[in-house]
């Protein structure tokens, strides 16, 4: 059951922290990188799960090495908020959609989908634009040219990790075993080695070799918690903004900007009518505020158009699209 906003002392913003990128070490190790003891990581785990702030464990992967080339976004606006359900089922059904979820005002549904070039992305757009025209007053796409997910630095973490999800890499030739073990990792990614070899098939002594592999090559980058960020109290906005001559020297500019800011656990380069999209996480109106008034502070006089979106809740979220030999 749900506990809504739930209190954090100290240990729990450390140890959430730590754990939104090494949720797979064993609770020894935690325990030491945040000084309390096992005892304390095993119950606090227990109780983030029974509270419904973790919502599951995922294994991010680089689309690039896997043959997909290009992350869109799709937008929805529906002539019936009551039609959501049969929309989003229908977009489900799509092997290459990644994330489903509720945006608002402008929007009601978003979706993210990987594809192989921007004829492959033009070609489910459309498809699936007329398999529910009756049910959509209009539609937007947002097409990514570079990408970057940020640490939970909110919760005072000092790492500076990122993922790029399409970094620039070549596709890998992958073997049987290396698509079993990642399928094995999408679906159990919080599981003991022991658990995820029995899903791939494999000895565990092989699964950790893989995963080690997988790891070099850059085709796994690492997993993540996925938090219910709205029971601790939290927001997700998405500012999209048009930057006026945006070129690589300003994407670095913004990007080390939204790196160093403690709310901001995402910024996206693309191709639309807007041409970047940062997300903030926030507990107040006051703190959205703040973020926005920075960002335009450091960037406003090449701003030309921006706009708001209330994010809700991830309805569905893959990690893995199709994988073949």
């Known amino acids: 059951m749900l506990t809504r906003d739930m209190k954090l002392d100290a240990i729990d913003r450390k140890l959430l922290s730590y754990l939104y990128h090494h949720f797979r070490e064993p609770y020894t190790k935690i325990a030491k990188a945040c000084k309390i003891s096992r005892d304390q990581v095993e119950y606090r785990i227990k109780k983030y799960n029974s509270s419904g702030l973790i919502k599951g464990h995922l294994t991010m992967f680089n689309y690039k090495t896997l043959g ?15 039609m959501k359900e049969e929309v989003i089922s229908e977009i489900r059904r799509i092997s290459t959609v990644m994330t489903i979820g509720s945006i608002m005002p402008s929007y009601d549904v978003f979706a993210t989908i990987v594809s192989k070039n921007n004829d492959d992305f033009n070609e489910f757009f459309y498809e699936l634009i007329n398999r529910i025209k009756s049910k959509i007053n209009y539609q937007d796409y947002f097409i990514v040219t570079n990408t970057h997910l940020y640490p939970l630095k909110i ?3 000092t790492e500076r990790d990122t993922y790029s999800l399409i970094s620039e890499s070549k ?7 290396d698509i079993s073990v990642m399928k094995a990792l999408e679906k159990e990614s919080n599981s003991k080695i022991i658990h995820l070899a029995k899903e791939a098939k494999i000895s565990p002594e092989l699964m950790i070799y893989t995963i080690k592999k997988l790891r070099s090559e850059k085709i796994l980058l690492g997993s993540r918690i996925h ?3 709205s029971v601790l109290g939290y ?12 070129n690589k020297e300003t994407q670095s500019k913004m990007s080390y900007f939204a790196k160093e ?33 920075e960002i335009y502070a450091q960037f406003g006089k090449n701003i030309e158009m921006s706009d708001l979106l209330l994010v809700g809740e991830d309805e569905v979220v893959r990690t893995l699209p199709p994988v073949v030999n």
Not at 68 to 82: A, H, M, V
Not at 261 to 282: A, P
């Open 68 to 82: 997909y080339n290009q992350l869109g976004f799709i937008f929805l606006k529906l002539k019936n908020p009551e």
């Open 155 to 157: 919760f005072g973490i």
């Open 171 to 177: 596709s890998t030739n992958l073997s049987n075993k």
């Open 227 to 229: 938090f219910n960020m």
């Open 235 to 246: 927001s997700f906005t998405v500012v999209r903004i048009y930057i006026n001559n945006l």
């Open 261 to 293: 800011h403690q709310n901001i656990d995402s910024i996206t380069f693309g191709i639309s009518k807007f041409n970047c999209m940062i997300q903030i996480v926030h507990k107040d109106q006051e703190e959205l505020t703040k973020t926005i008034t």
